[in-house]
């Protein structure tokens, strides 16, 4: 069944048509990836998704109700959780209070001015199982602008991961990592994102024919295969818009 | 005795607070401490806009201002007898009044922080203003309004007659909004204040609405601003258009910048320093406004976490009992700072006075002599940073002259200018 479903979503920035047509079904549960080459689009797609831009035409559905066009916050509300390409952290809060942050919604705090945070056992122990999860439980007194990077973008996720949601978007996860820092993160991601629905964004291909289970491909805003690994791998199309242009500069590297 | 260990500063506030006018018993330091009470409240309730929120307002004296107009005109109620209750509950109707004005002005206001809501607090609070010389039936024109507090029912024999008694009234409080305040920090509320204030759009994909959570602290703000308006009205017994226009939203700004936004405690030590500099340099010089100018830049500059921030940064030395490290380089630097301020003072000093023969700490200077200003410039520009060997002053200022060495020694770290 699919839990997200894109039906003729296009995005216009002016003139310029950025997604074209696109059209696309996440199914419960599966491991999903998304790659194209840079300019593609794939970073406007999960924008689209998650509530940053609004659509021009076309629909998306969650969990069989329409989210086109609703603000971040309502989204994320329904289970849908995503990170970013770029770190975006909360700087001076501490590593803890960063994913006590993220919690707080789905544990049912809302706008309360009359809970006292420092008593909320069952919050505070789920922020600390969370940041053991990640791998940050010795630096949660940490202000989270002073973390490293591979740091900061486990705590990212960690972000993106402690709301609970049922539908996780990961853009670039690994992207500026060194090989075995991307290997512990992808290691991570598997864990964390176990049971749940997986959407990245990733350039690197190896980690994309590991982890997927079904792989989209975006050229120019619009998709050209949505398949499992194998056949996307064999696929002609795909071989010609995006493998070989890899190739390609490989070849003249 | 866990939780008298965790209650204990706030223990400590409360016994400054009771036994301060044991010390400073004269009229004018009675005047003098209500006035503190009123701007910690104030620039504590700034701080959560500002400090907590990310929320540069131009305005916040209007929320002072209309619950100290609100109060005033409570009081005259009390006195004609159109309502019955106790004065000391004045101050909450200037709270209320602040939130009510908080929630009107916020539900438009609060749509985006940075330049854009600075701008609205800005024209808002020049429209308050400019109205309330026009609104002359709940604003008074420009002689204000005024009022009598001794009316109304006695609490517990008290009729606040005496300004010790409304110290009294002030300094409860003082305690009970700074308890407040410093709780809604720890609520959902107003952690995710500080998430927006970092990072608005994250906020919004973790399930929170930046608007509703400016919204929030921006009304919570303004009751609190309310409670200090109501305060003033109580303790000046009259407020006029000067307790909200732009000169007072200014003051608030400047009292918590330079007690440090990044600190609870930050805005309480802005306001108690600024009190003082406001009525006691004031009574010696009349360039006080020059000295608190300069002092700003200098914070800004300097010590951006503000005064809370510079002593917070010895924290590390202090849990490393190192302290002791910090008295040479202090020294050190701090004296030929003091000889720096105290000569450039007598050089502006000098040119401001109007009489031929100017008296400094003792020694009469001739202000239409060349000679007078040689000696001043060369006392303030002579002796140089001792410790990293360069000219007096900026140096010195940056680094406070404490070598690498001593830093790594004492963990502290000085706050750098970073434009």
């Known amino acids: 069944m699919a839990i997200l479903s894109l039906k003729n979503v296009s995005k216009k920035f002016g003139e310029t048509e950025i997604i074209r047509n696109v059209s696309l079904d996440i199914v419960e549960g599966e491991k999903h990836a998304i790659i194209g080459p840079n300019g593609a689009g794939k970073s406007t797609l999960f924008h689209l998704i998650s509530g940053r831009h609004g659509v021009t035409s076309g629909t998306i559905e969650f969990k069989g109700e329409p989210i086109h066009n609703l603000s971040p916050y309502e989204i994320t509300r329904r289970g849908l959780a995503r990170s970013f390409q770029v770190t975006n952290i909360f700087p001076r809060l501490n590593v803890f209070e960063n994913v006590r942050c993220a919690l707080l919604w ?28 990640i791998g940050l439980a010795d630096k949660a007194h940490y202000p989270a602008g002073q973390l490293a990077y591979a740091e900061q973008r486990a705590l ?3 972000i993106a991961i402690a709301g609970g949601g049922d539908m996780v978007m990961l853009d670039e996860p690994v992207a500026g990592m060194s090989h075995s820092e991307a290997a512990s993160a992808v290691e991570l991601i598997r864990r964390v994102t176990e049971g749940k629905t997986l959407v990245m964004v990733e350039h690197d291909m190896g980690i994309v024919f590991d982890v997927a289970d079904r792989i989209t491909v975006l050229v120019y805003g619009e998709v050209i295969a949505s398949d499992i690994p194998e056949r996307v791998r064999a696929n002609p199309k795909v071989q010609e818009a995006y493998l070989g242009a890899a190739k390609e500069a490989e070849e003249n590297a | 005795m866990n939780l008298l260990k965790k209650l204990s500063l706030w223990i400590g506030f409360a ?46 004296a209007v929320y002072f201002g209309l619950g100290g107009f ?24 200037g709270g209320l009044f602040g939130l009510a004005a ?66 009294y009234l002030a ?73 909200l226009n732009a000169a007072t939203s200014g003051r ?9 936004l990044g600190y609870f405690i930050g805005p309480i030590i802005g306001a108690v320093v600024l009190t003082l500099m406001n009525s006691l340099l004031s009574n010696y010089t009349e360039l006080w406004m020059l000295y608190l100018g300069i002092m700003f830049v200098l914070t800004v500059m300097f010590l951006p976490q503000g005064f809370a921030g510079f002593i917070m940064m010895h924290q590390s030395a202090w849990v490393r009992r190192r302290l002791r490290y910090l008295i040479l380089p202090y020294l050190t630097t701090g004296i030929p ?25 003792g020694i009469p200077f001739d202000p239409s002599g060349w000679l007078s200003w040689l000696v001043l410039a060369a006392t303030a520009l002579g002796p140089g940073c001792p410790v990293c060997d360069t000219p007096f002053p900026a140096p010195a200022f940056r680094c406070l002259g404490i070598s690498k060495r001593r830093q790594a020694e004492t963990g502290l770290r000085p706050w750098r200018y970073s434009p």
């Open chain 2, 252 to 260: 608030v700004l400047l009292m918590a910048y330079i007690g440090g």
């Open chain 2, 171 to 243: 300094a409860a409080w003082v305690f009970i909004t700074t308890v407040l305040m410093y709780l809604f920090t720890q609520t959902p509320s107003g952690r995710m204040a500080n998430a927006v204030r970092d990072n608005p759009e994250r906020a919004e994909f973790i399930g929170y609405s930046a608007r509703k959570v400016r919204f929030i602290s921006f009304c919570a703000s303004g009751f609190f601003a309310g409670v200090a308006g109501g305060l003033f009205a109580l303790n000046y017994e009259i407020v006029t258009e000067e307790n």
């Open chain 2, 102 to 167: 908080g929630i009107f002005i916020g539900s438009f206001s609060t749509r985006k922080a940075g330049t854009v809501f600075a701008m609205i607090t800005l024209g808002l609070g020049e429209l308050v203003a400019a109205s309330s010389l026009i609104l002359v039936d709940f604003f008074g024109g420009e002689e204000g309004v005024s009022a009598d507090r001794t009316f109304g029912p006695e609490f517990f024999g008290v009729d606040f007659a005496q300004s010790i008694e409304i110290y």
């Open chain 2, 337 to 361: 700072a003091l000889v720096f301020v105290v000569s450039s003072v007598a050089m502006l000093e000098m040119s401001h006075t109007e009489s031929d023969v100017f008296d400094f700490l």
């Open chain 2, 15 to 60: 016994i400054a607070l009771l036994v301060l006018p044991r010390f400073f018993d004269s009229i004018l330091a009675t005047s003098i401490l209500n006035q503190m009470a009123i701007a910690i409240i104030f620039a504590l309730s700034y701080n959560m806009l500002l400090g907590q929120g990310g929320m540069l307002s131009f305005g916040h």
């Open chain 1, 106 to 133: 789905s544990m049912g705090y809302r706008y309360s001015f009359w809970t006292l945070l420092g008593r909320a056992e069952k919050l505070n122990q789920k922020a600390r199982a969370t940041l053991n999860e």
């Open chain 1, 156 to 158: 990212e996720l960690g």
């Open chain 2, 70 to 93: 609100m109060a005033v005109h409570a009081l005259s109620m009390i006195e004609f007898e159109t309502a019955y209750f106790s004065v000391t509950l004045i101050p909450l109707i």
